[in-house]
């Protein structure tokens, strides 16, 4: 089943300066992931689920090793899932963390 994705401008800028290499895995991830399609890919589980703890709320994409991080919601055209983070593995979730527990997402609407 299709979703409907909105990709925040800050994530769009962190892939725009990403190696051409990486780029082209976090197109094809978030492509799936509009789709419907990662039930397709042969480890799915680690491709797609929903954090814990602070970051409940969220759910990940994993592309290599970039994590791209949405919330599901909804808007005036119904349910969106807004991939609003993104960032390599080993930082993305202390940095997102913070910015949970700074209430900072505010400013996104989250």
Do not use: C
């Amino acid at each position: 089943m299709a979703h409907r994705v909105l990709i925040e401008k800050p994530v769009v800028e962190f892939i725009g300066s990403l190696p051409p290499e990486t780029r082209r895995l976090v197109r094809d991830a978030l492509h799936r992931f509009a789709a419907g399609d990662w039930h397709s890919t042969r480890d799915w589980p680690a491709f797609h689920h929903h954090l814990e703890g602070k970051l409940a709320r969220f759910g990940r994409i994993r592309a290599g090793r970039i994590r791209l991080v949405y919330v599901e919601a909804n808007d005036q055209d119904g349910p969106v899932k807004r991939v609003f983070y993104a960032g390599w593995r080993g930082s993305v979730y202390d940095a997102l963390e913070q910015l949970v527990v700074s209430d900072a997402l505010r400013e996104l609407g989250l």
